[in-house]
């Protein structure tokens, strides 16, 4: 074992850095050359992003975001409402057209086309000014169709045909191309008012049960073979339902209720749940007013 002493230690100069030690062993001391270590990389230490570091500016962003979100829940809502007042069919159209494309985002423009509604299938309402409620309901289907209802008025305007047809002296060939004539006249012709869920439906039932035939319940809590006769042997010309259940019994083999036999649709448009939702959120109101369209039915507005 070679030992160096201290006094020589002190006089080498050979660039090295030394760190005295006491050796365990031999109780001398020893030097022994320490190399500087350098980092590996030139690595920074990490700092928070702006966002990060300033707690302001996101709870301010975030604020921001919740008030487009309200504000645009707001005009969506008044929206809804005040779509029943508009006098121009084309832009009802247009309305509805718009909620059918934001629910089918994966359709093409040609295949949106074949679901869309024209200015033909809507009919305006906004000639009533009484407020869109339950309670003025009756009073905007007596105005504008009461001659689809039965009572006194339709048996009085059938005898005065049948006076006249008599008066005239018609041979048999002409009676009976008359009688064929009166066969048309009393076909059945029903106006179905669509609500948004069954209470609603049975709320519209309620508000219409004093009408010329009463009106008649259609929701999905009654056996559809309940509804099927129902709708057979009824004598009332008002269906209160839910767009689903009327689809059901229109598209059931047994039913006696034709399409071509519902002539008006009202659609119960002002009703808003505690969501802000309405009709037009209901995917079956789409499907089944263009199948009625189809055959000729007009779309309401209430």
Not at 131 to 146: A, E, G
Not at 178 to 206: L, P
């Amino acid at each position: 074992m070679v030992y160096i002493a201290s006094a020589e230690a002190d006089d080498l100069d050979d660039g090295l850095e030394y760190d005295v030690q006491y050796s365990e062993d031999e109780g001398e001391l020893v030097a022994l050359p320490q190399p500087t270590i350098k980092p590996i990389n030139n690595e920074k230490p990490t700092t928070k992003s702006n966002d990060e570091a300033n707690p302001r500016k996101r709870k301010k962003e975030s604020s921001n975001l919740k008030e487009k979100k309200k504000m645009k829940m707001e005009l969506d809502t008044q929206q809804k409402k005040n779509i029943s007042l508009e006098e121009n069919p084309e832009v009802i159209a247009e309305f509805i057209n718009s909620k059918i494309s934001r629910k089918h985002t994966n359709l093409s423009a040609l295949e949106l086309s074949d679901l869309y509604f024209t200015k033909n299938d809507i009919r305006s309402t906004s000639e009533f000014t009484k407020p869109r409620t339950l309670d003025n309901l009756s009073d905007y289907i007596n105005q504008r169709f009461k001659n689809m209802l039965p009572g006194k008025q339709q048996q009085q305007q059938s005898a005065k045909s049948k006076n006249k047809k008599n008066k005239k002296g018609e041979d048999a060939k002409q009676e009976s191309n008359d009688g064929n004539d009166e066969q048309i006249e009393n076909a059945r012709k029903f106006i179905a008012i669509v609500s948004m869920s069954a209470i609603r439906a049975c709320d519209v039932h309620r508000a219409t049960k004093d009408l010329n035939g009463s009106s008649l319940k259609l929701i999905n809590k009654n056996k559809i073979d309940v509804d099927l006769k129902l709708v057979k042997s009824t004598k009332s010309r008002v269906l209160c339902c839910t767009p689903g259940r009327l689809q059901k019994v229109l598209n059931s083999p047994d039913s006696q209720l034709q399409k071509a036999e519902v002539k008006i649709i009202l659609v119960d448009n002002s009703y808003l749940d505690q969501k802000k939702q309405n009709i037009w959120d209901i995917k079956e109101t789409f499907e089944v007013l263009k199948d009625l369209t189809k055959q000729g039915s007009k779309v309401y507005l209430y």
